[in-house]
Antibody, heavy 119, light 106 residues
Framework: QVQLQESGRRLVKPSETLSLNCSVS????????WNWIRQPAGKGLEWIGRIHTSGSTDYNPSLKSRVTMSVDTSKTQFSLRLSSVTAADTAVYYC?????????????WGQGTLVTVSS | DIQMTQSPSSLSASVGDRVVVTCRAS??????LNWYQQKPGKAPKLLIY???NLQSGIPSRFSGSGSGTDFTLTISSLQPEDFATFYC?????????FGQGTKVEV
């Protein structure tokens, strides 16, 4: 069973950088991809990207120029940075796990954190 | 990028009804299709993976089928706790994409 908990600044000014962390509890952190997914209020789900403990990353091409993900295995924590934010980046941000070995979907999720972009 | 289209966008149903939600991919994704249920204010929950495999702990009234481009999620007998929004998601290629959602309401 994997447990995930998002944390980070909830109010970000336009043009600044959004920064979130996800603390994870898992038997083997290297057995998963660690994903970020977001959802604007009343809208659908958008995949932002994923990281593995090896450091390999995949990003959504629509956000790639603004996204950086990193992982700290000693703290069992992974991070998202999204630069040059606008109001369109206001959303609930979720972290989610995905098996590294099997293509079986996003099987565990954090509770989500609402990030608002406003001056 | 692969686009996912769900239908209908919303439906009205009653307890005990059989409910079917469909999902179509813009190109073949083999069986790499997952279904999620989301209730208001909560994170999505994985119901079905790889088109037809029931996630551990999910009631057997949920089932999935399909391959290639066309998929269905079926709830055999709708229960009060099933009223929610359902999303399909392709995991065939990066970026993984979700359908726009189907809201099941009374």
């Amino acid at each position: 069973q994997v447990q995930l908990q998002e944390s980070g600044r909830r109010l970000v000014k336009p043009s600044e950088t959004l920064s979130l962390n996800c603390s994870v509890s898992a038997d083997s952190i290297s057995s998963y991809y660690w994903n970020w997914i977001r959802q604007p209020a009343g809208k659908g789900l958008e995949w932002i990207g994923r990281i593995h403990t090896s450091g390999s990353t995949d990003y959504n091409p629509s956000l790639k120029s603004r996204v950086t993900m990193s992982v700290d295995t000693s703290k069992t924590q992974f991070s998202l940075r999204l630069s040059s934010v606008t109001a369109a980046d206001t959303a609930v941000y979720y972290c989610a796990s995905e098996s590294y070995y099997d293509n079986t979907g996003f099987d565990d999720w954090g509770q989500g954190t609402l990030v608002t972009v406003s001056s | 990028d692969i686009q996912m289209t769900q239908s209908p966008s919303s439906l009205s149903a009653s307890v005990g009804d059989r409910v079917v939600v469909t999902c179509r991919a813009s190109q073949s994704i083999s069986i790499y299709l997952n279904w999620y249920q989301q209730k208001p204010g909560k994170a999505p929950k994985l119901l079905i993976y790889s088109a037809s495999n029931l996630q551990s702990g999910i009631p057997s009234r949920f089932s999935g089928s399909g391959s290639g481009t066309d998929f269905t999620l079926t709830i055999s007998s709708l229960q009060p706790e099933d009223f929610a929004t359902f999303y399909c998601q392709q995991s065939y290629s990066i970026p993984p994409a979700f359908g726009q959602g189907t809201k099941v309401e009374v």
